[in-house]
């Protein structure tokens, strides 16, 4: 009994002393959060993916060139690719009409435009073509490098339209031959042609470029949203709706350089270096060789990847020079530029946001590309231009094809001045490449960036000493 009445003071004591000590002894302290799981990592941001041509406009891109032999087809798409060096190869042909033979591949030899370019040179109805149209042709490049085999295709289904109107068949002057279309296993966005038509030259010494309207030779077009470009026609060529041809071209030194050949049933270009060996022997084609497995492997996916056959052309950045890509992605895939940043790069190079640059005199533009003419007045020196036209005065240092600079001294550093005497520093820095990096980048704008020093010299020389008010000519055609 005695124990009992203890064990239940004790447990009194105890219910007492828990009562005492107040509800925080049950209760969590308020102020002591439980600890918290870690946000999760964010995940890292998706890489760009490359713009898609649509089929029509695809058709639209490849109807000036589709019923080309297909050796031409294939040194035009590739060359496509490197536009700035086209309106080089282009200019410097204009140029230099007296070379042939040996002395034509010496020249050649020396310069360091992409072998597709250089294989064009003894076709100046196409380079021309090329030139006068660089829009199209930066296009046409710009799908060649994200959907050769779409691309491809499509050639192959406006030759299919072009024989169904009648205006594609075997004549003197090229064969058309016809073979079942094998099954393909690559994903396209279009369907895929249900046969293989291949054009050769009839004589495998002279090559017949044809000349059609392309609006025309398909039959009736049926993307009215998507025309094809307006034809360029050689000099003297009345235009008709038929095919026709130009003068044959006896291929020769520069025809040494044409490497491609048409792969239709695997959807790309075969490029191999000792094709044509015997119509230029001096060519270095261990070094291309070994400069074409390079530029493969530093592919992502290297060698294996997308596009990367055996001997496939793979797209060489190291000849893009100043011509931005279409898209980020492919800018971040080439280690380019891409049209956005181009732009504004140049907008920043200009001055246009800078105060102060109402007046005065431009300084130079150093890397620009392929320039027109030298400009005159203060006789802005361009270093490392592409093929200035000739003119009296100061030369242009490294100049691809200089002819001479304009009148005035050389002026190798870009300090333009502000308005009424004033100065403002230009930041000649932001990646200013060439005549390719304008808005948009488009080919008018190269072509207007050329065609300011032709204009530039038209201007009185005694202007080039002249600075008041902002009114000094600009070397070079520079921009006012």
């Known amino acids: 009994m005695k124990q009992t009445v203890e064990s239940m003071r004790n447990v009194v004591l105890c219910?007492?002393?828990?009562?005492?000590?107040?509800?925080?002894?049950?209760?969590?302290?308020?102020?002591?959060?439980?600890?918290?799981?870690?946000?999760?990592?964010?995940?890292?941001?998706?890489?760009?993916?490359?713009?898609?041509?649509?089929?029509?406009?695809?058709?639209?891109?490849?109807?000036?060139?589709?019923?080309?032999?297909?050796?031409?087809?294939?040194?035009?798409?590739?060359?496509s690719t490197y536009p700035l060096e086209v309106v080089q190869a282009e200019r410097w042909a204009k140029q230099n009409t007296a070379l042939k033979g040996d002395a034509l591949a010496a020249a050649l030899n020396k310069q360091t435009w992409d072998p597709s370019v250089k294989s064009l040179i003894?076709?100046?109805?196409?380079?021309?073509?090329?030139?006068?149209?660089?829009?199209?042709?930066?296009?046409?490049?710009?799908?060649?490098?994200?959907?050769?085999?779409?691309?491809?295709?499509?050639?192959?289904?406006?030759?299919a339209k072009a024989q169904a109107s009648g205006n594609l068949k075997t004549t003197n002057e090229q064969k058309v031959i016809v073979e079942p279309a094998a099954p393909t296993t690559t994903v396209v966005?279009?369907?895929?042609?249900?046969?293989?038509?291949?054009?050769?030259?009839?004589?495998?010494?002279?090559?017949?470029?044809?000349?059609?309207?392309?609006?025309v030779v398909y039959g009736t077009w049926p993307y009215p949203a998507y025309p094809p470009p307006a034809p360029v026609y050689p000099p003297g060529y009345v235009a008709s709706n038929a095919l026709s041809f130009a003068a044959?071209?006896?291929?020769?030194?520069?025809?040494?350089?044409?490497?491609?050949?048409?792969?239709?049933?695997?959807?790309?270009?075969?490029?191999?270096?000792?094709?044509?060996?015997?119509?230029?022997?001096?060519?270095?084609?261990?070094?291309?060789?070994?400069?074409?497995?390079?530029?493969?492997?530093?592919?992502?996916?290297?060698?294996?990847?997308?596009?990367?056959?055996?001997?496939?052309?793979?797209?060489?950045?190291a000849h893009r020079g100043g011509a931005s890509y279409r898209d980020p992605a492919t800018a971040q895939k080439y280690g380019g530029a891409s049209s956005a940043n181009a732009a504004q790069a140049r907008e920043q190079y200009r001055g246009r946001t800078d105060a102060g640059?109402?007046?005065?005199?431009?300084?130079?533009?150093?890397?620009?590309?392929?320039?027109?003419?030298?400009?005159?007045?203060?006789?802005t020196a361009r270093p490392n231009t592409g093929t200035p036209s000739a003119g009296p005065g100061t030369a242009r240092p490294d100049a691809g094809q200089?002819?001479?600079?304009?009148?005035g001294a050389a002026r190798p550093s870009a300090q333009p001045s502000?308005?009424?005497?004033?100065?403002?520093?230009?930041?000649?820095?932001?990646?200013?490449?060439?005549?390719?990096?304008?808005?948009?980048?488009?080919?008018?704008?190269?072509?207007?960036?050329?065609?300011r020093g032709a204009s530039s010299r038209q201007a009185s020389p005694s202007a080039s000493s002249s600075g008041s008010k902002g009114s000094g000519s600009r070397g070079g055609g520079g921009r006012r």
């Open 357 to 379: 640059t109402a007046g005065g005199t431009a300084g130079a533009r150093p890397n620009t590309g392929a320039t027109g003419g030298a400009g005159a007045g203060a006789g």
């Open 248 to 317: 044959g071209v006896a291929v020769g030194a520069a025809w040494g350089h044409a490497w491609g050949e048409a792969n239709w049933h695997g959807g790309d270009v075969n490029v191999n270096v000792n094709r044509n060996t015997t119509l230029n022997q001096n060519i270095n084609r261990e070094s291309y060789q070994a400069n074409m497995q390079k530029t493969a492997a530093a592919r992502p996916g290297g060698a294996s990847g997308a596009q990367a056959g055996a001997n496939s052309f793979q797209h060489d950045p």
């Open 15 to 79: 219910a007492g002393l828990l009562m005492a000590s107040g509800p925080s002894t049950f209760a969590q302290d308020p102020t002591k959060q439980a600890p918290t799981a870690a946000a999760p990592a964010a995940a890292p941001a998706a890489a760009p993916t490359a713009a898609q041509f649509k089929p029509e406009e695809l058709e639209q891109v490849v109807a000036p060139i589709a019923l080309y032999p297909d050796s031409v087809v294939v040194q035009v798409l590739m060359a």
């Open 418 to 451: 502000g308005g009424a005497g004033g100065s403002a520093a230009r930041n000649p820095s932001a990646s200013q490449s060439g005549a390719f990096d304008g808005a948009k980048s488009s080919g008018s704008a190269a072509k207007a960036e050329s065609s």
């Open 402 to 407: 200089a002819g001479g600079g304009s009148a």
């Open 189 to 215: 966005v279009q369907q895929p042609a249900t046969q293989i038509i291949k054009i050769e030259p009839a004589s495998p010494t002279v090559v017949y470029v044809p000349v059609y309207n392309p609006t």
């Open 122 to 159: 003894e076709f100046p109805q196409v380079l021309n073509m090329m030139s006068e149209k660089l829009d199209w042709t930066t296009k046409l490049g710009d799908a060649f490098i994200a959907q050769q085999a779409e691309v491809m295709n499509a050639v192959q289904k406006l030759r």
